[in-house]
């Protein structure tokens, strides 16, 4: 079975500096890969999707995230934090019929 | 646009109680999820459904059971609460061969 690790559990950054949310999966196999984004008292939202053809994926908001084959990651990207980025991350990878998430990582933007 | 509406956001019930979870979604969306969502754990699978009367277990099933009646609508029962199923419960749908799922708000479940 696949597994997900989130690398980090809380990444403080000021606000206007980069950050990289860290992901590794377990598997070498084919695996499409998912960011999604849990803002305060609120459900999942998807971010991106690696699911075939370029490594670079873009998503909403300004992120991006880079499918690295032999390093197994899926890391997470934006290169200036806005306060409104403040949320948790988790990163999910497909296993058969259903996703496998990570245990998540607590953003905070600082100003 | 997707929706997917839980029937609670917050719910108090006592140990022993039988509780019952709503989830709705309005695409016509064949594949349905329960999660529970805990602290430093990430989501982890209750059960899933594929189909209406259909239910296959996730990773962490005991203490729950579901039921799909119509195919918009997947229920998660527990059918005796306990105090360690306290937890922020999260719905999903998705199509059919489709890897992106929606979810809904979710339900804050507290067990006393």
């Known amino acids: 079975a696949q597994s997900v690790t989130q690398l980090d559990s809380q990444v403080p950054v000021f606000e206007e500096a980069p950050v990289e949310l860290r992901c590794n999966y377990s598997?070498?196999?084919?695996?499409?890969l998912f960011w999604y984004v849990q803002y305060p008292n609120q459900g999942l939202q998807l971010l991106l999707k690696y699911l075939s053809g370029s490594t670079l994926v873009k998503g909403i908001n300004g992120f991006e995230a880079e499918f690295n084959k032999s390093q197994t990651s899926f890391h997470l990207r934006k290169p200036s934090v806005h306060i409104s980025d403040t949320a948790e991350y988790f990163c999910a990878v497909s296993d058969r019929q259903k996703l496998v998430f990570g245990q998540g990582t607590r953003l905070t933007i600082n100003p | 646009d997707v929706k997917v509406t839980q029937s609670s956001r917050y719910l108090v019930k006592r140990t022993g109680e039988k509780v019952f979870l709503e989830c709705v979604q309005d695409?016509?969306?064949?594949?349905m999820f329960w999660y529970r969502q805990d602290p430093g754990l990430g989501l982890r699978l209750i059960y899933f459904s594929y189909d209406v009367k259909m239910k296959e277990k996730g990773d962490i099933p005991e203490g729950y059971s579901v039921s799909r009646e119509k195919k918009e609508r997947f229920s998660l029962i527990l059918e005796s609460a306990s105090t360690n199923q306290t937890s922020m419960y999260l719905c999903?749908?998705?199509?059919?061969?489709?890897?992106?799922?929606?979810f809904g708000p979710g339900t804050r479940l507290l067990v006393l």
């Open positions: 695409m016509d969306h064949e594949n």
């Open positions: 598997s070498s196999v084919s695996v499409y």
């Open positions: 999903a749908s998705s199509l059919a061969g489709v890897w992106t799922q929606y």
